[in-house]
């Protein structure tokens, strides 16, 4: 069960197995500029500066260069961790709209570290 840590903040959060960078910023109450949510616009376009992704649907040849690629550009639309990820945003387009999702988030990666060490919470 991947982290999610947002450079340069330290904003870290709890990411479902099989969740896009992107569906796990706006579970934890963040809005991004976002265009088709396909992979094929490159405006999510991310820079991981730590752990690895894979896509869990085809990208566009022409979206991301091979440059980008070595350097670790993902679109966040369709960029799965496959591990803990640190990755900065390209602009100010992220901003937090609703802080109430963060204590969602905050409780789901309670739960999670709850089933890791073999024992369970009530929430």
């Known amino acids: 069960m ?15 197995p099989g969740e896009t960078v992107l569906g796990g910023l706006y ?33 566009a040849d022409t979206v991301i260069s091979d440059e980008e690629r070595t350097d670790g550009t993902c679109l966040s639309c369709r960029a ?18 609703n802080p109430f999702l963060r204590q969602m988030n905050d409780k789901a990666r309670l739960r999670a570290d709850a089933l890791a060490a073999g024992t369970t919470t009530k929430e």
């Open 2 to 16: 991947p982290n999610l840590t947002i450079h340069p903040t330290g904003e870290v959060l709890y990411l479902e």
């Open 80 to 97: 799965v961790p496959d591990s803990d990820l640190t990755i900065e945003m390209r602009d100010t387009c992220l901003r937090l709209v």
């Open 27 to 59: 579970k934890a109450g963040y809005a991004y500029t976002i265009g088709c949510r396909r992979g094929g616009c490159a405006i999510c376009k991310v820079d991981v500066r730590e752990g690895d992704f894979s896509y869990d649907h085809p990208v």
